[in-house]
């Protein structure tokens, strides 16, 4: 059974920084595309960060040049490097898991964590 369990959030101030963590368990990280999506209050769930089996790696135009994606398939773990947090960043934060092996039996298939909220305020 697949499990994701995000980690790392918290209250921060604008300009500070935060990583993010999600712990993956029941799967083999290395054959699903990961990404984090965030959702703030009232607004709908967007794609913060992507990196996927292929190596392609993208990023919202919001988060370009401050949020880091990367992934430590060894250890099942992604992470989410956020610096120059803003105001508009404050969020729950999600992680997402696509098996992307054709191979396996849940192909297609798509996994979510229950999230860590951020919180950017002064």
């Known amino acids: 059974q697949v499990q994701l369990a995000e980690s790392g959030g918290g209250l921060v101030q604008p300009g500070d920084s935060l990583r993010l963590s999600c712990a993956a368990s029941?799967?083999?990280?290395?054959?699903?595309?990961m990404a984090w999506y965030r959702q703030a209050p009232g607004k709908q769930r967007e794609l913060v960060a992507a990196s996927r089996v292929i190596g392609s790696i993208d990023y919202a135009d919001s988060v370009k040049g401050r949020f880091t994606i990367s992934r430590d398939n060894a250890e099942n773990t992604m992470y989410l490097q956020m610096k120059s947090l803003k105001v508009e960043d404050t969020a729950v934060y999600y992680c997402?898991?696509?098996?992307?092996?054709?191979?396996?039996?849940?192909?297609?298939?798509?996994?979510w964590g229950k999230g860590t909220l951020v919180t950017v305020s002064s």
């Open positions: 029941g799967m083999a990280m290395s054959i699903y595309d």
């Open positions: 997402n898991a696509v098996s992307a092996s054709s191979w396996a039996d849940d192909y297609g298939m798509e996994y």
